[in-house]
């Protein structure tokens, strides 16, 4: 807790941003379950997020009528940092201190749920699941290592299904119980949440009033009698009341014209879904229509992946009909090779309770596999034609293995990955050298492509082989 604290001193207000996420994640549970359930609905059809403010006395309450928890899911879920978000945060913070990352950056990493003890003193999670008959109240606080679990018995307290966080502020804290803080916390932060987001907000109307007339100032006429005709004085006056207003736009972003969204707001979208600190080096938004319909926006990422060969990486978020299915059947979207593209993919065509076996099996997956990778590689051509050669370059050293790979596997698309090939030459220096470049630069005479394998880059360029082709003036790729 002390390291999560200190990290995030400056970002306190993280906190909204994951509760809400988690609030949002509880809620497309629900919503993919009830599909083939729907009796999962029957306590309340309404799927929202709803967040009250008590700025007198310091606390916020966040509801959500997602899918709830059990009591042994609060135990596993809640129980132990181990089982939290909160344990990425703290590996992912560990990562970004060796390469260096700028502190500020911290707070767009994903925190998880215990980033709630950030500002309160202690948090009561109050939780129905539609599996359970009871609510159960998760509580602790932030000196304790500790927390309690016990039925909730208070009828006020009872809700059809969902979950109901109580944040009781720590004393510097209580100012994000005001309305408008947290209105304006919401705005920036959760404009991509699909579902609907209330505060609960005080807002005025105003009114005429008679008001009486002052009978000092009433006027006479001239024989001392009250005018008739006198009409009778009204005032203006605010009459407040309290109600929830709607906070966000649900309107998700792929469904939206692609000349209407700014890039930032796909960075934004970007950052927010993949918990990504560094803006995308490329997107790309595009509708398919005709034999398969889907929406989709892909991106290429500017931080590196490391793992080649690690298919499960929950990049492609899988939709169908605007209900988030999956993160987790990239590998039937994408070919190893391209696994490091990031984004959303959102389907008419396919059935709801879409499974792994239905995705190997399906016409429509392999034909939207074909699209998806060949706005893949537009995306990869943009960035290697754009002005500034070090994209493509921070392009390259980051993802060069995995089109080299592409090259080998994917016969089919030989021809598309070969342009976006980059190399070392004994010519060039520190210069990542294309093919297309390399044929332009070849001597007249000259019939074959050159290459070299050493140990190092400078070991082969300084390979006594090369001797004979550089007084010839042949540019030679270098490999190591
Ligand atoms: P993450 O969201 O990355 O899984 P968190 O620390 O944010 O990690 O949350 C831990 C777990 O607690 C979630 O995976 C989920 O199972 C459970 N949880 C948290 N908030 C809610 C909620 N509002 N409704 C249902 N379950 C929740
Ligand atoms: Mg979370």
Redesign the pocket.
């Known amino acids: 807790m002390d390291l999560i604290v200190h990290s995030l001193y400056s970002n306190k207000e993280v906190f909204l941003r994951?509760l809400v996420?988690?609030?949002s994640?509880?809620l497309d549970k629900l919503r993919y379950l009830s599909v083939t359930d729907p009796d999962l609905l029957k306590d309340g059809p309404e799927l929202d997020i709803r967040i009250q403010t008590d700025k007198d006395n310091g606390i916020i309450t966040i509801t959500?009528s997602?899918?709830?928890?059990t009591r042994q899911?609060l135990v596993d879920?809640?129980g132990t940092i181990a089982?939290?978000?909160?344990a990425?945060f703290l590996k992912t913070l560990k990562e970004s201190q060796e390469a260096n990352v700028d502190s500020n950056l911290i707070g767009q990493f994903?925190v998880?749920?215990?980033s709630a003890f950030l500002v309160s003193d202690k948090v009561a999670v109050s939780?129905k699941s539609p599996k359970s008959e009871k609510q159960y109240v998760w509580e602790a606080e932030a000196e304790s290592n500790s927390y309690t679990i016990r039925e909730e018995k208070d009828p006020e307290k009872l809700i059809p299904r969902?979950?109901r966080?109580t944040l009781y502020l720590k004393r510097d804290d209580k100012g994000f119980a005001h309305p408008e803080r947290i209105q304006k916390l919401l705005k920036n932060y959760s404009q991509f949440v699909s579902f609907p987001i209330y505060t609960w907000q005080e807002k005025g109307f105003t009114k005429e009033v008679e008001v009486d007339e002052d009978p000092a100032e009433v006027k006479t006429g001239g024989d001392g009698e009250p005018k008739k005709e006198v009409k009778k004085k009204t005032k203006t006056v605010v009459e407040k009341y309290w109600d929830w207003e709607l906070t966000n736009e649900t309107q998700p972003i792929w469904l939206r014209t692609p000349k209407e969204v700014s890039t930032e707001e796909y960075n934004e979208f970007y950052k927010k879904t993949f918990n990504e600190y560094l803006d995308p080096l490329a997107s790309s938004h595009f509708t398919t229509e005709g034999e398969v319909e889907f929406r989709s926006i892909l991106y290429v990422p500017a931080t590196k992946k490391e793992d080649i060969t690690d298919r499960k990486t929950k990049n492609i978020r899988l939709y169908v009909k605007r209900v988030f299915i999956s993160d987790d059947f990239d590998g039937e979207l994408f070919p190893r090779y391209l696994s490091f593209v990031k984004g959303v993919v959102d389907s008419n065509d396919l059935p709801l309770n879409v499974s792994r076996e239905i995705l190997q099996e399906s016409r429509i997956v392999r034909i939207m596999r074909k699209r998806l990778v060949r706005k893949a590689f537009d995306m990869i051509l943009g960035i290697s034609c754009s002005e500034n050669r070090d994209d493509y370059e921070a392009f390259w050293e980051n993802y060069g293995k995995f089109l080299k790979l592409g090259c080998m596997e994917d016969k089919e698309n030989h021809k598309r990955i070969a342009p976006l090939l980059r190399f070392f030459s004994s010519q060039s220096n520190e210069e990542l050298i294309s093919l297309d470049e390399y044929v332009e630069s070849m001597k007249p005479e000259q019939k074959a492509i050159y290459y070299i394998a050493g140990d190092s880059l400078s070991s082969a360029k300084n390979a006594p082989f090369l001797e004979k082709l550089n007084e010839m003036g042949y540019e030679v790729f270098t490999f190591d």
Request: glycine share 22%; proline share 0%.
């Open positions: 994951e996420s988690n609030a994640d509880a959500d997602g899918i709830g928890m899911e879920s809640l089982s939290s978000g909160t990425k994903g998880g749920f215990y939780t969902g979950t966080l």
